[in-house]
């Protein structure tokens, strides 16, 4: 009898023992993100998957392009881990940022930022970084730079706009609730905080939406270059020009300055062709050369695709520039 209990006295030390070592092990960033989130189901993955088990996914990832404060997609076929989510996937590809194809494309999350896990509830994505992704090129001294002070807010912005157009190319989410995991501090929540915005608001943020205003569409694409005709800013209006018979810089800005001058106009949304390479819009604008007005009414203006990016063609450009 006394053997008998002797072994189960040994049997729950071994359990007491062995329940004690996995309380100890359990991953911090776990247990903060389950605070931080209550009721959250984390899909936290232990392992990842042999190169051998893994997917193929065409993703539209979306950079910025050049320095204008919009965004142009890249399409891209990721390789997926069947252990982790194609969320996750196209996070990762974000922080690597473009492709070497896409040269017109720029970085916006810093390339150090590690993403920590990515999970759901309902219809809102939880994406964890750890804190390198406030250590991006904003310089602390941001407001007292003039090109900064207006630079700043929009790279933030954009930098997590960029997340929100590429998830919801694929999903049906309507938020991203960024979470940001501190090593160096206990947190009560890791809900990024609304001064990473750099707009004066404090607090916590909430989901980020997805802001077509931000992504370049056939329509925002027309938008931006009749504006910088508008505005005469040709180096900007160069940018939004097919590479397809484009002249120098200085050959395009000799024509343009010599070209009337739009004093207003209006723009539909426009369609797409079938094969996703042509948009055209319906164009209404009026222009002053010499002193005399005209108009043009239900112009079609044509847009076509350009490494992925909607552009006019040149020819069009000085056409229509000189009606």
Known sequence: MKRKWHFVWMALCLVMLVSGCATQSLNPLARNEATAVPGLAMNLHAASAGE?????????????????????AEDRMLTVQRDESVELAIVRALVEGPSAGGSELRRLLPANASVQSVTSRNDILFVTFDDALLRDEVPTNWRELADWRTEAPIRRMLALQSIAASITEL???????????????????????????????????????????????????????????????????????????KPSYAIMKEMLESANALTAFSVSAGSVSTDGTRATLTLSLRTLAGGISSETNAFPLHLTRDHGIWKIDYAQLIALMNR
Do not use: C
């Open 52 to 72: 051998g088990n893994t997917d193929q996914v065409l993703a539209t990832l979306y950079f910025r392009y050049l320095n204008e404060p919009m965004l142009a």
């Open 171 to 245: 999903f049906p989410y309507t938020g991203i609730q960024i979470l940001v995991y501190r090593t160096d501090e206990v947190q009560t929540n890791l809900r990024l905080e609304n001064s990473y915005f750099l707009t004066d608001q404090e607090g916590l943020s909430d989901p980020i939406a997805r802001n077509e205003d931000y992504i370049l569409t056939p329509y925002n694409t027309a938008k931006h270059l009749l504006d910088a005709w508008q505005q005469h800013d040709f180096e900007r209006l160069y940018h939004y020009v097919s590479e397809q018979e």
